[in-house]
């Protein structure tokens, strides 16, 4: 195994833990937002950089799609502006 490889399996031992710790601290009936939200700042006490809630589009086939939620308004300001992070999907 890489160091590289290593590092990212301590990552991902982390990220899971971590999750673990907060599902189990707040329990059932949260909403999604609550435990992404407590997760970003466990994360964060270790050190780790987390980005919530990235903008982003999903490129597929003949179609862009972006994530669920956006005002339009906001769709094409950020557009126009280039800030969004595109992910291609099914293309090298």
């Not at 833990?17 to 992404?36: D, I, M, P, Q, T």
């Not at 982003?56 to 339009?72: A, S």
Request: glycine share 8%; net charge neutral.
């Amino acid at each position: 195994m890489t160091p590289e490889q290593q590092r990212l399996n301590q990552i991902s031992q982390t990220v899971i833990g971590l999750s673990y710790k907060v599902a189990n601290a707040l329990g059932r009936g949260f909403l999604e937002c609550e435990y992404e939200n407590a997760l970003a700042h466990e994360l964060t006490k270790q050190r780790l950089h987390v980005k919530q809630q990235d903008r982003l589009i999903v490129k597929y086939e003949d179609g862009m799609f972006p994530r669920t939620g956006w005002e339009e308004s906001d769709w094409n300001r950020s557009s126009e502006q280039g800030q969004l992070r595109r992910i291609i999907v099914g293309q090298p």
